[in-house]
């Protein structure tokens, strides 16, 4: 059983450091915002791996607190965001 929480783990942080990559060569905001999102949820998968194989469910608390702060800041950058290039001022809406 080992092997697989030890397979989970790898498979999470190759995939942490697929989402770090773009996350600081996203070329928008919204890329970056996306890897943001990603590397919450691979954290929340994380903690979620870890509680499963240690049987310790103290830990769940922290991914629904987590859940809760991602979404919301997820959304409120979505909602404020400046746009990445100013607008044609010759194209109309």
Excluded: H
């Excluded at 059983?1 to 928008?28: D, E, F, K, Q």
């Excluded at 194989?53 to 979404?71: C, E, K, M, P, Q």
Aim: charged share 15%; with cysteine.
């Amino acid at each position: 059983m080992n092997v697989i929480w030890a397979t989970a783990g790898a498979l999470l942080g190759v995939a942490a450091v697929i989402t770090m990559y773009r996350l600081l060569a996203g070329p928008s905001t919204l890329d970056r915002l996306v890897a943001l999102d990603t590397l919450a949820a691979m954290t929340m998968c994380g903690i979620g791996t870890w509680a499963a194989a240690s049987r310790d469910t103290t830990a769940t608390y922290s991914l629904a607190a987590l859940a809760l702060v991602g979404f919301i800041g997820s959304v409120s950058v979505a909602r404020f965001r400046v746009p990445d290039e100013p607008a044609d001022p010759g194209r109309q809406p």
